[in-house]
């Protein structure tokens, strides 16, 4: 009997902010993959700690390279390609053989994860349940206390990777709007913000729900960021 692969959201960063059933499945499974930089810890591995048993096997996916390649140089995606095969077939070596495989994601595993890579090439062949996770972005805006969406309010997601007049485009439609994966993003970010005339209602939130969290008006933010920031820009609040 082939086991089956459990790709589980952690949440945000707060270890108690996992779901029951996440951590059901990370305490029983045989196998606990995830996916990391060398030489680091998995963000995702240490929100899931405490529920890690002493005799799992663990399974380390480690990026070839995170920033280093910029998304636009072709040897990004022919390494990412192949990386992300690699894994499917180490994730499926370990299915093959009977044993259950918990693969961890941090906050939810469909926003923005890696999860979703080696879901596209397994799902089919192997049995596969996705539990969802609490993302960064609602961890971040409970921390901030910014109720976020009111009425009709229209939320718009944006990765910060985007160019800056795209950004701003989108801001300028949007009601509410949080930005992800600032990093050296930042400077963009910033001018599109102000180009959008939004830079007074910016919320910067670095490390959401985590030990050394930083919540702060964007406007009073300087220099760079960490990966782990996001910016949140609250809705219209309308009065009801
Ligand atoms: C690759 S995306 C993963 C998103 C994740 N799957 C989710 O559901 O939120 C990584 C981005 O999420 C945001 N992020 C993740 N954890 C965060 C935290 N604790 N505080 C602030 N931002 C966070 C940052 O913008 C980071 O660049």
């Known amino acids: 009997m082939a086991g089956t692969l459990s790709i589980v959201g952690v949440g945000p960063g707060d270890p108690e902010l996992i779901t029951l059933r996440a951590a059901r499945l ?7 993959a995830y996916f990391c930089r060398e030489k680091h810890p998995s963000q995702a591995r240490t929100i899931a700690q405490a529920h890690i048993g002493p005799d799992t ?13 910029s998304v636009g140089d072709p040897a990004y995606h022919q390494n990412m390609t192949a ?6 077939q180490r994730l499926a070596a370990a ?19 890696s999860a979703m890579y080696v ?19 609602n961890g971040c805006w409970s921390q901030a206390q910014a109720p976020m969406t009111h009425g009709d309010d229209v939320l718009c997601v944006l990765p910060a990777t985007l160019p ?6 989108w801001l300028e439609r949007a009601d509410a709007a949080v930005i992800m994966k600032i990093g050296r993003n930042m400077p963009h970010v910033r001018q599109a913000i102000s180009q959008s005339g939004r830079m007074d ?6 490390r959401g729900t985590q030990g050394g969290q930083v919540i702060t008006p964007l406007a009073e933010r300087e220099g760079a ?4 920031s996001l910016v949140l820009l609250p809705g219209r609040k309308r009065v009801r």
């Open 26 to 32: 990370i305490g029983s499974a045989s196998v606990v």
């Open 164 to 169: 800056e007049a795209k950004l701003a485009s």
């Open 201 to 206: 209602d910016a919320l910067y939130v670095e």
């Open 95 to 113: 299915l093959a053989s009977g044993r259950n495989v918990t693969l961890l994601c941090e906050g939810d595993p469909f926003l923005y994860g």
């Open 119 to 137: 879901f596209d090439r397994l799902h089919k062949q192997w049995n596969t349940q996705v539990v969802p996770g609490i993302m960064a972005m």
């Open 83 to 88: 990386f992300y095969d690699q894994s499917a």
């Open 225 to 228: 960021a960490p990966y782990f």
């Open 57 to 69: 096997e663990e399974l380390r996916l480690v990026y070839p390279f995170t920033t280093e390649v």
